[in-house]
């Protein structure tokens, strides 16, 4: 069964950071690209970031251009989205979502994508 599972969420004061973990079952990120999204209620999910699958891609929003880095871990089969800085406006709920036979791009676009994690909350406030 192909699964993705996010973990990490939190709560957390502005400015503090969070490692996010998107780790997959039933198939290999080897060659997978990966996006991470975020969609709070009522509104669109928008990407935030995203790797493709062979780890020398990557793409994020301008709203976290310099605070958030995704890596990917093959050997664990974990994607990660590691949020420094982190602002009330980053509150949202998390997801990654995965793309497999994308090696070499990923995309900006959740209807691109073909497996979805269950989502991990995150929470920026003093």
């Known amino acids: 069964q192909l699964q993705l599972v996010e973990s990490g969420g939190g709560l957390v004061q502005p400015g503090g950071s969070l490692r996010l973990s998107c780790a997959a079952s039933?198939?290999?990120?080897?060659?997978?690209?990966i996006g991470w999204f975020r969609q709070a209620p009522g509104q669109e999910r928008e990407e935030v970031s995203c790797?493709?699958?062979?780890?020398?891609?990557?793409h994020y929003a301008s709203s976290v251009k310099g605070r958030f880095t995704i890596s990917k871990d093959n050997a664990k089969n974990t994607v990660y989205l590691q949020m420094n800085s982190l602002k009330p406006e980053d509150t949202d709920v998390y997801y990654c979502?995965?793309?497999?036979?994308?090696?070499?791009?990923?995309?900006?676009?959740?209807?691109?994508?073909?497996?979805w994690g269950q989502g991990t909350q995150v929470t920026v406030s003093s």
């Open positions: 790797i493709s699958g062979s780890g020398a891609s990557t």
């Open positions: 039933g198939f290999t990120l080897d060659g997978t690209a």
């Open positions: 979502a995965a793309l497999p036979r994308s090696v070499h791009v990923c995309f900006e676009f959740s209807t691109d994508y073909e497996y």
